[in-house]
């Protein structure tokens, strides 16, 4: 292998053609690559190496540790840089402080690359096709000992490319001179013409299948038989034949009738063909016999084929003179057409059944004078005299001894023009249709790819979107850039479903059109499955922006307050009921606080309900300043207002204390007068504050308990808030209960662990997640949605959470040793999470249980993804770097926004049990699955499904492709002895089952 100095003198073109030649690209993995690549990632300690070959617009890997890519784009490659450096190795001690890799995608972002060393592999026409390269996520020192093994080892790799390819091509060369000789042997054997093969003394030494056929000879005969001595060649004239081409040395062939052997006399014509050729220093004579009979025997079979063919057509068919117009010849079908016999046609003349009058008969034939075959449409005659408009295909040709004939197949078309003419109305009255209808109607298709087009739209189109239907047809980018941005992802996932279940697409959205603005839009369409793999659309799309405005109009009438512009009542009421499910869904607290003016009756009293009006529409301005976007204020009536508020911590401390933070906030906002008319008025308010969570009470309590304390409020001295005290004291006293009894729980040992199995739908165990319980001196049994808020609270979470991970870890431990495979998932709060020491306290836990971190998941909620996203990310990646697995607990009940799955090292997704309870009647829940486990699919992560109770569940979660069930259908929650006992039971019984054999 040559040494070059200046690595910058080889030619693209010439590299890029050897690279070719060397057919390694886009090849499978090889376990020689990969073993130089492991064995510089051992040499030099770092954590990622690479055979990377850089194709004209790519860098491809052969081999990589260490990282799963598989290709760069060329532009961002170390490499490209590294087989341009003058000298042999190029070395990047940290790319931050490089100026040439500082914004680089590799570095910026995963891998995160901060060292680079890599050697250029150069071939033997000193061409370097890429480099072995090894890298860290850290700077490094790279010094001339460790060059010089890394090009030690670049020099193996060009020389495994370079014996590869030469195993490449000698193999292909082998194969090729394989499949000649077969080919050669397959002739011989497969051929219908006889190959026989006779040495000097005339003796036959080879012969194939056919000869045996043809002569009617077993092979033992014919190998007997010697060309000198068989009577029936001599007096056919072969032997002569045979002897002058060995004499000559030239091909010789001939034509005769023989037997087909000495012990068969039946007559055969066969075609002979002699040849000779060297073997060694012999010569050796070629026979080819052709069976000419059996060849004629097929012409004779041929020709009946040809009139069994010609009189089952379906079309008639006249065949005749072109220079008389008499027909000698008519199928069947031409017969029983025009109504006459087969032998009647046969008599009768072109006049006789063509329209003379017809003009076209005189063009027809002229063009197939000129052109010598035409098709075309003429009248022609039936005996009874009625005409007919038949189609037609005549054509001239020649007959075996020369002479012209014509040929002219029919059919009666009458029906069938008759029908295109109904059709051809159809299609007017349709097109006049979609012309005048109010809206549009539309054929939408999409492609497999995604590309999606109109291939029809009637001219409402213009008016709908503002584009015409010929742009439509090929591109729906202007369609897109008209639905508003806050509607378009609601309208293709409405398509994307409708293409997935082949359900009609039904949806109403808002577009922007140049010309009239926002405009509300009702489309409906039916889908139909192409056997392309596309989607084709029929359907409808109808401005509705008036009939929006109008219920608009409507709504506002009926839940909006029409002087002060609140919420109402009724929309009150509802917006409180779903906030009370939502508490049952999630876990969130939430409160409502009555607010009623003091004395306000004296205002109407003295300066008249206008006037009271007006100071009305100003407290509510002012209270609206004190919401967030998420609460709301309403008017009840009168001087009373209600504020709802959602999302509040999950203990009832901490919404009371958020509650009446609220509560001050609106006395503070009221104390400064109300000027109305350049009159001021002292306003104050009494508040009464209801806390409701876990979905209970119901709308009507959580009322009433909010103005049972308001009126406290106003006994008390008003301009005061008040809390509805009997709840509140009751939640308050156990609270500070369980918060002092979960400080000494684990000392006191009173926590245990129960396991619950998660399980496959045909019943088989994967794993377990492992819960958390209390047994309590005094109350008992506590529900871990009651004390795990309190230690999240009061910190108690973090000890407790590392002595859960702990007998997590020693489970898994005991089932391997047991060789068992179910993994084990243990919950994680955020304020683990956020504790300094986590990440070393699961490595110590990890390494001093022996449990294997590949079966550990830990599942977090979504509410983790509201904090810090970076260092999240960051948390998440050192635990999968320790091999433990992330699931998502409770999806699809917290934080909305997705974009965390694209960025995290997720790997499993657990359903919330909302979703599954009424599986699979509730077709809202059922839709909400299906769309998780669509994303989960395409996302290839793992699904759980909670809460699953039934067989109806399992089936219709089965049929989904949910591959993972947890819940008492299958099992309770066990004390974890128990769980670990029955799983290292139910192992060691498989194992000892006796096995089938066949």
């Given at each position: 292998?040559?040494?070059h100095d200046?690595?910058a003198?080889?030619?693209?073109?010439a590299?890029?053609?050897?690279?070719?030649d060397?057919?390694?690209?886009?090849?499978?993995p090889e376990?020689?690559f990969?073993?130089?690549?492991?064995?510089a990632?051992?040499?030099?300690?770092?954590?990622?190496?690479f055979?990377s070959?850089?194709?004209?617009s790519?860098?491809?890997?052969?081999?990589?540790?260490?990282?799963?890519?598989?290709?760069?784009?060329r532009?961002?490659?170390?490499?490209?840089?590294?087989i341009?450096?003058?000298?042999?190795?190029?070395?990047v001690?940290?790319?931050h402080?490089?100026?040439?890799f500082?914004?680089?995608?590799?570095v910026?972002?995963?891998p995160r690359?901060?060292?680079y060393?890599?050697?250029?592999l150069?071939?033997?026409?000193?061409?370097?096709l890429?480099?072995?390269c090894?890298?860290d996520?850290e700077?490094?020192e790279?010094?001339?000992?460790?060059q010089?093994?890394?090009?030690?080892?670049?020099?193996?790799v060009i020389?495994l490319?370079e014996y590869?390819?030469?195993s490449?091509?000698l193999?292909?060369a082998?194969q090729t001179?394989?499949?000649q000789r077969s080919?050669?042997e397959a002739?011989a054997?497969?051929?219908?013409s006889?190959?026989?093969?006779?040495n000097?003394d005339?003796?036959?030494?080879l012969?194939?299948?056919?000869?045996r056929?043809i002569?009617?000879?077993?092979?033992?005969?014919?190998?007997a038989?010697?060309?000198?001595h068989?009577a029936?060649?001599r007096?056919?004239?072969?032997?002569d034949?045979?002897?002058l081409?060995?004499?000559?040395?030239?091909?010789?062939?001939?034509?005769?009738?023989?037997?087909?052997s000495?012990?068969n006399t039946?007559?055969?014509?066969?075609?002979?063909?002699?040849?000779?050729?060297k073997?060694?220093?012999?010569?050796?004579?070629?026979?080819v016999?052709?069976d000419?009979?059996?060849?004629?025997?097929s012409?004779e079979r041929?020709y009946?084929m040809?009139?069994?063919?010609?009189?089952?057509?379906l079309?008639?068919?006249?065949?005749?003179?072109p220079r008389t117009?008499?027909?000698?010849l008519a199928?069947?079908a031409a017969?029983?057409c025009l109504?006459y016999?087969?032998a009647?046609?046969n008599r009768?003349?072109?006049?006789?059944?063509f329209?003379?009058?017809?003009?076209?008969?005189a063009r027809?034939l002229?063009?197939?004078?000129?052109s010598?075959?035409?098709?075309?449409?003429?009248?022609?005659r039936?005996r009874?005299g009625?005409?007919?408009e038949a189609e037609?295909?005549?054509a001239?040709?020649?007959?075996m001894d020369?002479?012209p004939v014509s040929?002219?197949?029919?059919?009666?078309?009458?029906?069938?023009?008759?029908?295109?003419r109904?059709?051809s109305?159809?299609?007017?009255?349709l097109?006049n249709?979609?012309?005048h209808?109010?809206?549009?109607l539309?054929?939408?298709?999409?492609?497999?790819d995604?590309?999606s087009c109109?291939?029809?739209s009637s001219?409402?189109?213009e008016?709908?979107?503002?584009?015409?239907?010929?742009?439509?047809r090929?591109?729906t980018?202007?369609?897109?850039?008209r639905i508003l941005?806050?509607?378009?992802?609601?309208?293709l996932q409405n398509i994307?479903?409708s293409?997935?279940?082949?359900?009609p697409?039904?949806l109403e959205y808002?577009?922007?059109?140049?010309a009239?603005g926002?405009r509300?839009?009702r489309g409906?369409?039916?889908?139909?499955?192409?056997e392309?793999?596309?989607v084709?659309?029929?359907g409808y799309i109808?401005?509705i922006t008036?009939?929006?405005?109008?219920?608009?109009?409507?709504r506002s009438?009926?839940y909006?307050?029409?002087?002060?512009?609140l919420?109402n009542r009724?929309?009150l009421?509802?917006?409180?009921?779903?906030?009370?499910?939502q508490?049952?869904?999630?876990?969130?607290?939430g409160a409502v606080?009555?607010?009623?003016?003091?004395?306000?009756k004296?205002?109407?009293?003295?300066r008249?309900h206008?006037?009271?009006?007006k100071?009305l529409?100003?407290?509510?301005?002012?209270l609206?300043?004190?919401?967030?976007?998420?609460?709301?204020?309403?008017?009840?009536?009168?001087?009373e207002?209600?504020i709802?508020?959602?999302?509040?911590?999950?203990?009832?401390?901490g919404?009371?204390a958020?509650?009446l933070d609220?509560?001050?906030?609106v006395?503070?906002l009221?104390?400064?007068?109300?000027?109305?008319?350049h009159?001021s008025?002292?306003?104050?308010a009494?508040?009464g504050?209801?806390?409701?969570?876990?979905g209970?009470?119901s709308?009507?309590?959580?009322?009433?308990q909010?103005d049972?304390a308001?009126?406290?409020a106003?006994?008390?001295?008003?301009?005061?808030?008040a809390l509805f005290?009997?709840?509140?004291q009751?939640?308050?006293?156990?609270?500070?209960?369980l918060?002092h009894?979960?400080?000494q729980?684990?000392?006191r040992?009173?926590l245990?662990i129960?396991?619950?199995s998660?399980t496959?739908?045909?019943?088989r165990?994967?794993?377990?997640?492992?819960?958390?319980?209390?047994?309590?001196?005094?109350?008992?049994?506590?529900?871990?949605?009651?004390?795990?808020?309190?230690?999240?609270?009061n910190?108690?979470?973090v000890?407790i959470?590392?002595?859960?991970?702990?007998?997590?870890?020693a489970?898994?431990?005991t089932l391997?040793?047991?060789?068992?495979?179910?993994?084990?998932?243990v919950?994680?709060?955020?304020?683990?999470l956020?504790d300094e020491?986590?990440?070393?306290m699961?490595?110590?836990?990890?390494?001093?249980t022996?449990?294997?971190?590949?079966r550990l998941v830990?599942e977090v909620?979504?509410?983790?993804?509201i904090?810090?996203?970076?260092?999240?990310?960051?948390l998440l990646?050192?635990?999968?770097h320790?091999g433990?697995?992330i699931s998502?607990d409770d999806?699809?009940?917290?934080?909305?926004s997705l974009?965390y799955?694209q960025?995290?090292?997720?790997?499993e997704l657990?359903i919330d049990?909302?979703?599954?309870?009424?599986?699979?009647d509730d077709?809202g829940?059922a839709?909400?699955?299906?769309m998780?486990?669509?994303?989960?699919?395409?996302?290839g992560?793992?699904l759980v499904?909670?809460?699953?109770?039934?067989?109806?569940q399992?089936?219709w979660l089965?049929?989904v492709?949910?591959e993972?069930m947890?819940?008492?259908?299958?099992s309770r929650?066990?004390p974890?002895?128990?769980?670990?006992?029955?799983r290292?039971d139910v192992?060691r019984?498989s194992?000892?089952?006796?096995?089938?054999?066949?």
């Amino acid at each position: 292998m040559p040494e070059h100095d200046n690595m910058a003198d080889w030619n693209e073109e010439a590299r890029l053609a050897e690279l070719h030649d060397l057919r390694i690209l886009d090849s499978d993995p090889e376990a020689a690559f990969d073993e130089i690549t492991s064995i510089a990632s051992i040499v030099f300690g770092m954590p990622i190496s690479f055979v990377s070959l850089l194709d004209a617009s790519r860098q491809w890997f052969k081999s990589a540790q260490g990282c799963d890519l598989r290709e760069t784009p060329r532009e961002i490659a170390f490499c490209d840089a590294a087989i341009r450096q003058i000298s042999d190795v190029m070395v990047v001690h940290d790319a931050h402080d490089d100026s040439r890799f500082q914004q680089n995608p590799l570095v910026v972002s995963d891998p995160r690359v901060r060292f680079y060393a890599g050697a250029p592999l150069i071939t033997r026409k000193g061409n370097p096709l890429g480099t072995l390269c090894v890298l860290d996520t850290e700077p490094r020192e790279f010094g001339a000992a460790e060059q010089r093994i890394l090009r030690l080892l670049a020099n193996q790799v060009i020389r495994l490319i370079e014996y590869r390819n030469l195993s490449v091509r000698l193999l292909a060369a082998q194969q090729t001179a394989s499949a000649q000789r077969s080919l050669v042997e397959a002739i011989a054997h497969h051929t219908t013409s006889g190959i026989a093969m006779y040495n000097e003394d005339g003796d036959c030494i080879l012969l194939n299948q056919a000869m045996r056929r043809i002569t009617g000879g077993t092979e033992v005969e014919l190998l007997a038989q010697n060309i000198h001595h068989i009577a029936s060649w001599r007096e056919s004239g072969i032997y002569d034949c045979a002897m002058l081409c060995l004499r000559t040395g030239q091909p010789q062939a001939m034509s005769a009738t023989v037997r087909r052997s000495t012990f068969n006399t039946l007559d055969r014509r066969l075609h002979v063909n002699f040849s000779t050729f060297k073997d060694g220093d012999l010569d050796r004579l070629i026979m080819v016999l052709i069976d000419v009979s059996e060849v004629e025997h097929s012409r004779e079979r041929a020709y009946r084929m040809q009139v069994g063919l010609i009189d089952h057509m379906l079309d008639g068919l006249l065949m005749g003179s072109p220079r008389t117009g008499e027909f000698f010849l008519a199928n069947p079908a031409a017969a029983h057409c025009l109504g006459y016999e087969r032998a009647e046609l046969n008599r009768m003349r072109r006049e006789d059944i063509f329209d003379v009058s017809d003009v076209r008969l005189a063009r027809l034939l002229r063009d197939r004078n000129v052109s010598g075959g035409v098709r075309g449409q003429l009248r022609m005659r039936r005996r009874d005299g009625s005409l007919f408009e038949a189609e037609v295909a005549s054509a001239i040709f020649e007959s075996m001894d020369g002479t012209p004939v014509s040929s002219t197949v029919f059919r009666d078309v009458t029906q069938r023009d008759a029908l295109q003419r109904a059709l051809s109305e159809q299609s007017a009255l349709l097109r006049n249709l979609a012309q005048h209808v109010p809206g549009m109607l539309y054929q939408y298709k999409r492609d497999p790819d995604g590309k999606s087009c109109f291939p029809f739209s009637s001219d409402g189109i213009e008016r709908i979107y503002g584009v015409s239907s010929e742009e439509a047809r090929h591109d729906t980018s202007r369609i897109r850039e008209r639905i508003l941005p806050e509607d378009l992802d609601a309208v293709l996932q409405n398509i994307r479903i409708s293409a997935e279940t082949l359900r009609p697409w039904q949806l109403e959205y808002r577009v922007r059109l140049p010309a009239s603005g926002v405009r509300w839009l009702r489309g409906e369409a039916q889908p139909q499955a192409l056997e392309d793999g596309s989607v084709l659309w029929h359907g409808y799309i109808q401005d509705i922006t008036e009939r929006k405005q109008a219920e608009e109009r409507t709504r506002s009438l009926a839940y909006y307050d029409t002087l002060t512009g609140l919420p109402n009542r009724a929309l009150l009421m509802d917006r409180l009921r779903m906030a009370i499910t939502q508490t049952a869904r999630v876990r969130v607290s939430g409160a409502v606080l009555f607010v009623d003016l003091d004395r306000f009756k004296q205002i109407n009293d003295a300066r008249g309900h206008a006037q009271g009006d007006k100071v009305l529409v100003q407290v509510a301005q002012r209270l609206g300043t004190a919401m967030r976007d998420a609460d709301t204020v309403a008017r009840l009536g009168g001087d009373e207002f209600v504020i709802l508020l959602g999302d509040l911590s999950p203990s009832a401390g901490g919404a009371a204390a958020q509650a009446l933070d609220v509560a001050t906030l609106v006395l503070t906002l009221l104390s400064s007068p109300i000027e109305v008319e350049h009159v001021s008025y002292a306003v104050s308010a009494s508040i009464g504050i209801s806390i409701f969570a876990n979905g209970a009470p119901s709308v009507d309590e959580v009322l009433t308990q909010a103005d049972i304390a308001m009126y406290r409020a106003k006994a008390a001295g008003r301009n005061r808030t008040a809390l509805f005290e009997l709840a509140m004291q009751g939640e308050a006293q156990r609270t500070l209960l369980l918060d002092h009894g979960l400080r000494q729980a684990l000392e006191r040992q009173e926590l245990r662990i129960e396991i619950q199995s998660q399980t496959s739908p045909d019943g088989r165990v994967t794993g377990g997640e492992c819960l958390l319980r209390w047994d309590h001196p005094q109350l008992g049994a506590v529900e871990p949605s009651k004390f795990i808020p309190i230690a999240e609270d009061n910190g108690s979470i973090v000890p407790i959470g590392a002595w859960v991970l702990e007998q997590a870890c020693a489970v898994l431990a005991t089932l391997t040793r047991a060789g068992c495979e179910q993994s084990m998932s243990v919950n994680i709060s955020v304020k683990q999470l956020q504790d300094e020491d986590f990440l070393p306290m699961v490595r110590e836990i990890l390494q001093r249980t022996g449990a294997p971190p590949e079966r550990l998941v830990f599942e977090v909620t979504e509410s983790l993804f509201i904090h810090d996203l970076e260092v999240t990310c960051s948390l998440l990646t050192a635990l999968t770097h320790m091999g433990i697995q992330i699931s998502i607990d409770d999806f699809g009940t917290g934080y909305s926004s997705l974009r965390y799955l694209q960025r995290l090292p997720i790997s499993e997704l657990k359903i919330d049990r909302s979703f599954v309870d009424d599986l699979p009647d509730d077709e809202g829940d059922a839709t909400i699955v299906r769309m998780i486990v669509a994303m989960a699919r395409q996302l290839g992560l793992r699904l759980v499904a909670e809460g699953v109770e039934t067989r109806s569940q399992v089936e219709w979660l089965q049929s989904v492709g949910c591959e993972s069930m947890q819940g008492w259908h299958f099992s309770r929650s066990t004390p974890m002895e128990h769980w670990l006992r029955g799983r290292i039971d139910v192992d060691r019984a498989s194992a000892a089952a006796p096995r089938a054999t066949a």
